[in-house]
Every structure is written in structure tokens, then in C-alpha cells.
């Protein structure tokens, strides 16, 4: 990556249209990212420590959890320093590592809803054969693949965006550095970078929800031949929760980066969503509803009570 730049930080003007606000935004998203850490954490707690829950299923949720705690903590610390009142300021490296991360472990999360999309379809479908298909090896190979698509992905946008000439203002409208904020603070042309950036999210996010849309329609058929209603309830209400975490996720990408005329507003209100919202809600959506994690969680909590009495 080469860096030509006349400045060595950029300014963090955070959300449009807040000013006034940031105590209120502080106290909200504190607790929003604290709740955030809390549940993902306990998921982690109840599968690593429960036998029961040492299958593919809860391998693939475990590793969601690790995604959902590191991807709000990309923009969120940093966003509530500067909401309390301290420095807006981001170094160079610091702007160019936070776009990284955030576009890595939101694609290699992607990723991983495809390969949890393609568990469950094995498990419906095929379910005599689901053990020999989904081993350990495979399921380790899967996730592995995931983190390397998502750094693929997230050094191809790096490089284009910080291969650029920035100088003059340095001020980024927006809350954290993404493509669209930083792009136009460039002083050469970026509309290679704009291409690339556009094409890259757009066929990485229409391919992986075409194959989480090919494993749902087979899913589909399969639930409907299911004889045993309350059979087939179980398998919709095992894959609903999975595919409302999914449509939360893919939502926000397709209308922040694929709308004909970016809204900064509009913009920032859906990251937020992104970035805090929808990371709380998946550990409500996709495990603690789940009857085994709570039982899991309640012997944990039992367990820990007994040795503190103890």
C-alpha cells in the first residue's frame, strides 16, 4: 500500500445531524455495545462449556458470536470516545485499519451465513448423512475459507481506497472510515476506486445471498414434504431465526452501498444498525431463544453460585 498524503490524521465529524446530542448517543450506544458484548459472550460461555452443544450447529453460531463481538468493536469505541467529548481524531493508519476490518469481518460474517445456510440444509435434507458430511474437518475448512474470503475482500478495497492521494481537507463526514466517507476527500481521481469498491460489495453480497437463497429453497421443499407437523415446525422454526439474522445483515449492505445517490443521513442510521443494532439482536435471534443454550447457560450460572457459596 502507498501512502501519499500531506496529513497524518483524519477528523471523525460522527453522525450527520446530531449536534447537541452526543450525551444521548453516548448513553445509548454505550449500553446497546455493552448489551452486545454481554450476550455474544455468554453464547461463547454456554457452547464451549456444555458437551451437548459441541456439534456443527453450535460451532457455526460460536463462531457468529466471535464476528458479532469483534465487528461492532471496529467503530464503536472509537465513536463513543468522541461522543464523550474527547479527540475526533483518527490516525492515517488507524483510518486505513479500521475500513479493513470492518469490510473483513463483515464479508468473512457473510460468508459465514452462507455456510451456516448450507449446515442447516445438510441437516434437513440430508439428516442420515449429516454427521459424515459436516465433520469436524469440514466445518473447521469452512470457517477457514470465510476468514480468508473476507480478507480477500477487505484488501482489495483497502488497497484501492488508500492507494490514493489525500490531502487538502481532511475532515470525514461520518461517524467511522468507510469507502464512501473517505473517496471524496481524495485529491486524484477516485472513480476507479468507487467502481471497485461498488462492484466488489455488490458481487460478493448478491453471490453469497443467491447461495443462502439456493439452501433456503431446497430447505423449502424439504420442510413442506415433511409429513409430521410437528416436525416440519421445528425445522421453519430452527431455519427462521437463522434467515432473520440473515435478511438483518444483508439489508443495510445493499442499501448503503448499492443506492444510486448515497444519503449521508440515511447512511449512517442504517450503519448504526449494522454495526451495534443488528450484532445485539443476533444473540436473541440466533441462541438465546434456543432451548439448549439456555439450559447451558443455567448450569453455568448454577455451577458458579455453588462455588462462590461453596
Known amino acids: 500500500m502507498r501512502k501519499h498524503t500531506e496529513f497524518h490524521e483524519f477528523i471523525l465529524l460522527g453522525i450527520p445531524q446530531t449536534e447537541g446530542l452526543e450525551t444521548v448517543l453516548f448513553v445509548i450506544f454505550s449500553f446497546a455495545y455493552l448489551f452486545t458484548l ?32 469483534l465487528f461492532p468493536s471496529v467503530t464503536c469505541p472509537k465513536m463513543l470516545y468522541y461522543l464523550s467529548g474527547q479527540s475526533q481524531a483518527l490516525s492515517y493508519k488507524g483510518c486505513a485499519a479500521q475500513l479493513f476490518f470492518y469490510h473483513f469481518l463483515g464479508s468473512s460474517e457473510g460468508c459465514l451465513y452462507s455456510v451456516m445456510a448450507y449446515d442447516r440444509f445438510v441437516a434437513i435434507c440430508h439428516p442420515l448423512r449429516y454427521m459424515p458430511i459436516m465433520r469436524p474437518g469440514v466445518c473447521v475448512s469452512l470457517v477457514m475459507a470465510a476468514w480468508l474470503a473476507g480478507c480477500l475482500h477487505a484488501t ?104 444510486p445517490s448515497p444519503n449521508p443521513l440515511l447512511g449512517a442510521v442504517v450503519q448504526i444498525l449494522n454495526n451495534i443494532v443488528s450484532p445485539m439482536l443476533n444473540s436473541l435471534i440466533d441462541s438465546l431463544r434456543n432451548r439448549e443454550v439456555k439450559r447451558s447457560l443455567r448450569r453455568v450460572f448454577y455451577n458458579a453460585v455453588f462455588i462462590s457459596l461453596a
Not at 49 to 69: E, K, N, V, W
Open 156 to 259: 482489495i478495497l483497502t488497497s484501492f481506497t488508500f492507494r490514493l492521494t489525500y490531502c487538502g481537507s481532511n475532515r470525514v463526514e461520518y461517524f467511522f472510515c468507510d469507502i464512501p466517507a473517505v473517496l471524496p476527500l481524495a485529491c486524484t481521481d477516485s472513480s476507479l476506486a468507487q467502481k471497485v469498491g461498488s462492484t466488489n460489495v455488490g458481487f460478493l453480497a448478491l453471490m453469497l445471498w443467491f447461495s443462502v437463497c439456493i439452501s433456503y429453497t431446497r430447505i423449502g421443499i424439504a420442510i413442506l414434504r415433511i409429513r409430521s407437523a410437528e416436525g416440519g415446525k421445528k425445522a421453519f422454526s430452527t431455519c427462521s431465526a437463522h434467515l432473520t439474522a440473515i435478511l438483518c445483515a444483508y439489508g443495510p449492505v445493499i442499501i448503503i452501498y448499492l443506492q
Open 38 to 69: 454481554l450476550g455474544n459472550l455468554l453464547i461463547l460461555t454456554a457452547i464451549v462449556s456444555s458437551s451437548t452443544l459441541h456439534t456443527p450447529m453450535y460451532f457455526f453460531l460460536g463462531r457468529l458470536s466471535i464476528f458479532d463481538t
